[in-house]
């Protein structure tokens, strides 16, 4: 997700979580505006908010 944007099936592959915690977590970051999702060709993306980025760049190497 190094463009801060990931369908929920690679996201919980690379989180190495099973599909339905991974969706307990993703409506935990929704909840405190760190991420969203969105539709796009039929696919439901989460992408990283601005707020997201901004402290996924506190907590990482890489920015977002």
Do not use: C, P
Not at 48 to 61: C, D, P, Q, V, Y
């Amino acid at each position: 997700m190094s463009n801060g944007i990931g369908g929920k099936t690679q996201l919980s592959l690379d989180a190495n979580l099973n599909y339905a915690r991974l969706a307990k977590h993703i409506m935990w970051l929704e909840k405190k505006g760190l991420v969203e999702s969105k539709i796009e060709s039929s696919k439901i993306n989460i992408v990283l908010t601005r707020n997201g980025k901004a402290f996924a760049s506190m907590i990482s190497k890489d920015r977002y």
